[in-house]
């Protein structure tokens, strides 16, 4: 059975940083693209980042770029989003998710809230 | 990376029938065949109902269906179910290599 684990969520302060982690498992996870999405409190999805299966190839939504690094450690099955000079708009449940064009598996997400 | 517009809501009759749009440009939508579609209910992880366009994952009923003319895509589903109610989201790969949603389109079934 796949699955995917998301943790690390919590509440931090306007700048502050955050690190979250997803745990996979009941797949060869080091064959897929995986991706970031998060969902603010009542409102949309919202892309955020993937990586290659290798790590070697990264891409960000605007929003975020020069601020999340995605990275993963595929002998941990495991995938990281470290989240830099965090705002509040950036309070979001964030989910992980299998694959590069369209997401067949995703966790249940981790809440992070940005706030003074 | 404007997101994709979608209408804000759609409603439907049990056993009837309703088509959701999903509105992009060429550089999204009407440039790759890397259509996804989401059914979210509250509280809940995605759900992935279609794929590149309209190719539909095991699991999932054939009354869901998927289609694209030029810039829009759109999501038909025949037969409304009272399960069928949630928040539904359109994807497309865009030219930059990265993603892009829908605003989301809430369902409800009368």
């Not at chain 1, 601020?67 to 950036?90: G, P």
């Not at chain 2, 809940?44 to 699991?59: E, Q, T």
């Not at chain 2, 895509?73 to 497309?92: F, K, M, N, P, V």
């Amino acid at each position: 059975e796949v699955q995917l684990v998301e943790s690390g969520g919590g509440l931090v302060q306007p700048g502050g940083s955050l690190r979250l982690s997803c745990v996979a498992s009941g797949f060869t996870f080091k064959s897929y693209w995986m991706t970031w999405v998060r969902q603010a409190p009542g409102k949309g999805l919202e892309w955020v980042a993937n990586i290659k299966e290798d790590g070697s190839e990264k891409y960000y939504v605007d929003s975020v770029k020069g601020r999340f690094t995605m990275s993963r450690d595929n002998a941990k099955n495991s995938l990281y989003l470290q989240m830099n000079s965090l705002r509040v708009e950036d309070t979001a449940v964030y989910y992980c998710a299998r694959g590069k064009f369209s997401s067949t598996y995703w966790g249940q997400g981790t809440l992070v809230t940005v706030s003074s | 990376q404007s997101a994709l517009t979608q209408p804000a809501s759609v409603s439907g009759s049990p056993g009837q029938s309703i088509t959701i749009s999903c509105t992009g440009t060429s550089s999204d939508i009407g440039g790759f065949n890397y259509v996804s579609w989401y059914q979210q209910h509250p509280g809940k992880a995605p759900k992935l109902m279609i794929y590149d366009v309209s190719d539909r994952p095991s699991g999932v009923s054939n009354r869901f269906s998927g289609s694209k003319s030029g810039n829009t895509a759109s999501l038909t589903i025949s037969g409304l179910q009272a399960e069928d109610e949630a928040d539904y989201y359109c994807r497309s790969y865009t030219s930059s290599s990265t993603l892009v949603f829908g605003g989301g389109t809430k369902l409800t079934v009368l």
